[in-house]
């Protein structure tokens, strides 16, 4: 299962059809659009379909997800996108698809019309494996097999590498000084573009006048130039920002150079940067750098698994690298990247890794190889007893006197009771307040101390003054003392508001006398 959550165009996808995802991109000029490929290798797409670029065949948008019939078993390798946006896939079989904005021939279809579905780019790829593709605002590039170069669309500064700034309406490879070199890694900022060779070397060609091609001045290129300065550094890969790029070595160190008003290079400070700057990494080896044409934002991570990210984040300029908690680059781009698009195609393997906890968290309530199930409310949850012991002791106490592999409970309701099976799995809780107040009364019951705490913290975070009289009553019967007083506390705060609530009214005899007494000692009725 691929993590789409934190991408807000996602939000309406059920549950059962986000565990179907392998692939997906988001994009767009404010994020609003996703492309996402099942492990059925089915292709959708859903958003405000700027230029056709949801390649449905119409320019409707779409809240909900609607199939690519035309991509459907094609195998995804590499995606890309542009500002338009059009978008540009390379399939496992090393065949070429674009559609959407066109209006400078990115497409490589010859014309200037938009392309409302996915088409075959043909022009001198047809003998061709292609293996990665990369687009800047208005132009493509594509990587074969071979190790050569096509590039195709708008050519203002040179950033196709033809020599010329005319427009190239087809593929064209790009040749001069990348005749018969071997490249093994481009990508694109907004109109330059870079090739990173076998031989560690890395060429830059386009738009310069901030620096971003690194070769020390701030003139355009036609042609590929090769970074001088980086001369016996070998370069693994390149990524590129709106106008900035950053390149890691087989080192592991990271190099950064181009646009820097945001600090997007990670130099500390905010000036460009004509020649390739060590970034500071605090010796860490990195492993992968990120950067998307679309930002000025910039990302690592490091051996040892550790996330970095500096520049434009969230409308706040980071000058240098800046240690998070998040596990991929991805989450860098999708919380703090301005629009929160992929930095690229997001992808998990079918058999891709996971951390016990994912696991664990995977196989909850699945019924493929559990062997105990509970029964409530006429309702099945699907565990495990081994799982179970060895996390409750009320279990393990249980299951060793009981062969059982059903078992009805009805002290709690199917709500409660799969929110205490779910944490036994996940260490959460998920539940309004309200809900988890019948949660604390079952860890109260089965002596969870860990969980009666996360559900008095849950309570406390949800409380306002229409539920604060039903939370303070909970506390007090589940001898939750902590927070009982925090439920006082907050009453009294809200004397007002709290006491012409119906709660109130309904509030038991005995705990209305003592609420008063106790608020009058704590002075909640002086003049």
Same mark, same amino acid.
């Not at 132009?139 to 590498?161: K, M, P, R």
């Not at 409308?315 to 998040?326: E, R, Y």
């Given at each position: 299962m691929l993590d789409v959550g934190k991408w807000p165009v996602f939000a309406l996808l059920p549950p059962e059809e986000l565990r179907l995802i392998r692939q997906a991109c988001v994009f767009g000029s404010a994020a609003n659009e996703a492309l996402y490929v099942t492990v059925n290798d089915e292709v959708f797409a859903l958003g405000t379909n700027c230029s056709g670029c949801l390649g449905l065949g119409d320019l409707q948008s779409n809240i909900e997800p609607r199939r690519i019939d035309v991509l459907c078993g094609k195998k995804i390798e590499s995606l890309s996108y542009g500002t338009g946006p059009h978008v540009v896939i390379a399939t496992t079989d090393g065949e070429v698809f674009a559609w959407g904005h066109n209006g400078y021939s990115q497409l490589g279809n010859g014309t200037t019309n938009h392309g409302l579905t996915p088409a075959l780019v043909s022009t001198n790829l047809l003998s061709k494996r292609v293996t990665e593709v990369a687009c800047g605002s208005h132009?493509?590039?594509?990587?074969?097999?071979?190790?050569?170069?096509?590039?195709?669309?708008?050519?203002?500064?040179?950033?196709?590498?033809s020599g010329s700034t005319a427009n190239q309406p087809t593929p064209r490879r790009v040749s001069s000084c990348l005749q018969n070199k071997v490249v093994v890694n481009i990508a694109c900022g907004q109109l330059c573009s870079m090739a990173v060779l076998d031989n560690g070397e890395i060429y830059g060609w386009g738009y310069n006048c901030n620096?971003?091609? @690194?070769?020390?001045?701030? %003139?355009?290129?036609? !042609?590929?130039?090769?970074?001088?300065?980086?001369?016996?550094?070998? =370069?693994?890969?390149?990524?590129?920002?709106?106008?900035?790029?950053?390149?890691?070595?087989?080192?592991?160190?990271?190099?950064?150079? @181009?646009?820097?008003?945001? %600090?997007?290079?990670? !130099?500390?400070?905010?000036?460009?940067?004509?020649?390739?700057?060590? =970034?500071?990494?605090?010796?860490e080896r990195m492993v992968e750098v990120a950067a998307c044409h679309t930002s000025h934002t910039s990302a690592a991570k490091t051996q040892s698994g550790q996330v970095l990210m500096w520049g434009q984040c969230r409308?706040?300029?980071?000058?240098?690298?800046?240690?998070?908690?998040?596990s991929s680059t991805d989450d860098v781009f999708a919380c703090f990247a301005t629009p929160a698009v992929t930095w690229h195609l997001l992808s998990v393997d079918g058999d891709d890794y996971l951390t016990v906890a994912q696991s664990l968290k995977k196989e909850f309530d699945s019924p493929e190889i559990s062997d105990l199930k509970f029964l409530v409310d006429g309702k099945c949850i699907h565990v495990h007893k081994a799982l179970l012991k060895i996390r409750c002791e009320h279990f393990r106490t249980l299951l060793n006197e009981t062969d059982e592999d059903t078992l009805e409970i009805h002290q709690f309701s199917y709500l409660v009771y799969r929110a205490f099976l779910e944490y036994l799995y996940t260490d959460t809780i998920n539940l309004p307040p309200e809900d988890a107040i019948g949660l604390l009364d079952l860890a109260t019951f089965y002596r969870e101390t860990r969980l009666k705490r996360l559900c008095q913290e849950t309570i406390k975070r949800g409380i306002s003054e229409e539920n604060a009289v039903t939370l303070l009553s909970a506390a007090v019967k589940y001898e939750a003392r902590d927070l009982e007083e925090f439920c006082f506390k907050f009453c009294v705060n809200h004397l007002t508001a709290v006491t012409q609530t119906q709660a109130f009214a309904d509030m038991d005899h005995d705990l209305l006398k003592n609420f008063i007494s106790k608020a009058s000692r704590y002075g909640a009725f002086k003049n």
């Open positions: 132009h493509t590039i594509a990587l074969t097999t071979d190790g050569e170069v096509f590039a195709w669309g708008y050519n203002n500064s040179g950033q196709v590498g620096g971003q091609l @690194g070769l020390g001045n701030n %003139g355009n290129q036609q !042609t590929p130039c090769r970074i001088a300065a980086l001369q016996g550094v070998n =370069i693994v890969r390149v990524a590129c920002g709106y106008a900035h790029t950053l390149a890691l070595t087989d080192e592991g160190m990271v190099y950064a150079w @181009g646009a820097n008003s945001y %600090g997007q290079l990670g !130099t500390g400070n905010k000036s460009n940067q004509a020649l390739p700057t060590l =970034i500071n990494t605090d010796k409308g706040q300029a980071v000058a240098s690298p800046h240690l998070t908690h998040f």
